[in-house]
């Protein structure tokens, strides 16, 4: 018995490691060409190099879709986030069905393929007037963002213990001033987290922007065009490695307060 569990364990951790590898192995190789002196991607490495990162200053192109990125991932993250306090509050505690149901269709676009997304949003827009523009993509960004905020937000709402929430009701507070005062104090770590989140989906965020962008690209779509001149690809490895870095930072930091957000004990 002991033999066979212990056989099962190798092709468990075999396969783990194995996913792994798979998974990580190409990501791992962008840092590793940025540094190649080289403009192939290929083996064997030609030297250590640091010229492609320096091509990233003074590159106007790529400053200003930097600057739209943030700009946008700023906003619509604050509108996801801001949406999914409203939303998963009221689906906690609104006791309404009207409530369960807007909470369950703000969760739908993560099932949605990007594609049907950015079709959708780009009939929207232009049947309201907008058009491709930076409105446009901030109001896409916030609805593919909004199914993360809504879930934790939810499941923090829903770690509160709710003797909380009855206690300064029953002390006279209003429904309002105990979800200013009480709730959003308790939900701190977690709304950060959510808005964390929700900046890097936007600023990731590619099929969206394809199908919303006007004249004023993002950074994705700023590097799939850069993408089309091979002498460029050098330069885009070394964006991906600062974009990689910059990421797991941000996913790491959003994963440590969401945690703190759920395992915090209200005092």
């Known amino acids: 018995m002991s033999a066979a569990r212990t056989e099962g364990g190798r092709w468990l951790g075999g396969y783990v490691i194995a996913y792994l590898v798979f998974l990580y192995l190409p990501v791992?190789?962008?840092?590793?060409?940025?540094?190649?002196?080289?403009?192939?991607?290929?083996?064997?490495?030609?030297?250590?190099?640091?010229?492609?990162?320096?091509?990233?200053?003074?590159?106007?192109?790529?400053?200003?879709?930097?600057?739209?990125?943030?700009v946008i991932g700023v906003v619509a993250a604050a509108g996801a986030t801001l949406c999914g306090i409203t939303v998963?509050?009221?689906?906690?505690?609104?006791?309404?069905?009207?409530?369960?149901?807007?909470?369950?269709?703000?969760?739908?676009?993560?099932?949605?393929?990007?594609?049907?997304?950015?079709?959708?949003?780009?009939?929207?827009?232009?049947?309201?007037?907008?058009?491709?523009?930076?409105?446009?993509?901030?109001?896409?960004?916030?609805?593919?963002?909004?199914?993360?905020?809504?879930?934790?937000?939810?499941?923090?709402?829903?770690?509160?213990?709710?003797?909380?929430?009855?206690?300064?009701l029953d002390l006279g507070a209003s429904d309002w001033t105990t979800f200013r005062r009480v709730m959003l104090p308790l939900s701190l770590p977690a709304i950060v987290s959510a808005f964390m989140l929700a900046f890097l989906i936007s600023f990731d965020e590619f099929i969206v922007v394809f199908f919303l962008a006007g004249t004023e690209p993002t950074l994705p779509l700023y590097i799939w065009s850069q993408l089309r001149f091979p002498r460029s690809l050098p330069t885009v490895m070394a964006l991906g490695t600062a974009i990689l870095a910059a990421s797991f930072i941000i996913a790491g930091t959003a994963e440590l307060l969401r945690h703190r957000g759920l395992t915090a004990k209200p005092s």
């Open 28 to 70: 791992l190789l962008i840092p590793l060409f940025s540094f190649n002196n080289s403009i192939q991607a290929a083996f064997p490495l030609q030297g250590f190099t640091l010229e492609w990162y320096a091509t990233l200053y003074g590159n106007p192109a790529l400053s200003g879709a930097l600057l739209n990125s943030l």
């Open 88 to 168: 998963s509050y009221m689906d906690l505690y609104g006791r309404s069905p009207l409530a369960a149901t807007i909470s369950a269709i703000a969760r739908l676009p993560i099932l949605i393929p990007g594609v049907i997304v950015g079709i959708s949003l780009l009939i929207l827009v232009n049947l309201i007037g907008l058009g491709p523009s930076r409105i446009a993509i901030v109001l896409g960004h916030i609805l593919v963002a909004l199914p993360t905020t809504v879930v934790i937000m939810r499941s923090r709402f829903a770690a509160i213990p709710k003797t909380i929430r009855e206690a300064a």
